[in-house]
């Protein structure tokens, strides 16, 4: 018997990463599960590996689109009632970033729209048409932040804005739904390694260095976090036998990076070897 037995979950941007890990896990736990992005070759791979899981084929919906579009989330709730019938869960954990500062270092306000459009609006959105079907069976949604939501991320500004604006939307809309019996939570993942990073125009050689960096240096359990790492907290999220008591809440992934704060991070020792004044 699998957690997930008889539920009916759609996990956006399961093409690859975080999502393809969840969407995985559910499929091993049960779920009737919609998988969904903009690579239709992705996700072959990730519904490969949901039938490797334990996953019927007829048990897995693969749908395709842009989620800024709003069509596109009208169509991923439609043909998930379609098929399946019901809607139990909704993992939102579709967004991205775009390059948000210029070589001079000055912020690029033109990528200011587009970031809120994919990481807020279009999660709102897709939360808003799924709210009545997930009245009716007493649902629950989790959605994928950042921790670079409690950062002042000065490169990437807008994305830290947005991820912090979803923790937010999490708490009203799940003040809002307690009444319906529907949960919201939040997962805010530390450093995992990606395809995100890529898209961002980092090489697989910047990227890893990248990584070894904050494992080395930012990292208190000194190692990069894993996509399944996440996968199961946000599993947990769904899982009312476990977490039936939690609504809207936010809880942190990363290692213990948000640990440090400041000056608090480091240690009184290591100032007082130092010859600066």
Excluded at 86 to 92: A, E, M, N, R, Y
């Amino acid at each position: 018997m699998g957690r997930f037995d008889g539920k009916v979950a759609i996990i956006t941007g399961s093409s690859t990463g975080i999502g393809r890990a969840t969407a995985v896990l559910f499929a091993k736990e049960g779920a009737k599960i919609t998988i969904t992005g903009r690579n239709l070759a992705a996700l072959a791979e990730t519904k490969a590996e949901c039938i490797k899981a334990g996953a019927k084929e007829s048990e897995i919906l693969v749908t395709s689109g842009d989620m800024m579009e709003e069509e596109t989330r009208k169509e991923l709730i439609d043909k998930t009632l379609d098929k399946f019938g019901k809607l139990d869960i909704l993992v939102s954990n579709h967004g991205g970033a775009f390059i948000e500062c210029k070589e001079d270092g000055s912020w690029n306000i033109d990528t200011f729209d587009s970031t809120f459009n994919q990481n807020t609006k279009s999660t709102l959105d897709l939360c808003l048409k799924a709210e009545p079907h997930l009245k009716k069976t007493k649902g629950d949604i989790v959605l994928v932040s950042s921790i670079g939501a409690d950062m002042a991320v000065t490169w990437n500004p807008f994305y830290a804005m947005a991820k912090i604006s979803l923790c937010h939307l999490t708490s009203i809309l799940g003040y809002r739904l307690a009444k319906d019996g529907v949960r919201v939570n939040c997962v805010k993942p530390g450093f995992i390694v990606t395809p995100f990073y890529s898209r961002l125009g980092f090489t697989p050689e910047l990227t890893e260095k990248v990584a070894q960096f904050h494992a080395n240096r930012t990292i208190p359990m000194g190692r990069t976090g894993t996509c399944e790492e996440i996968a199961e907290p946000i599993a947990f999220l769904a899982d009312r036998k476990v977490s039936g008591y939690m609504t809207g809440q936010s809880i942190t992934v990363d290692g213990g990076v948000t640990l440090q704060h400041g000056a608090t991070t480091y240690s009184f020792e290591d100032i007082m070897k130092q010859n600066n004044p």
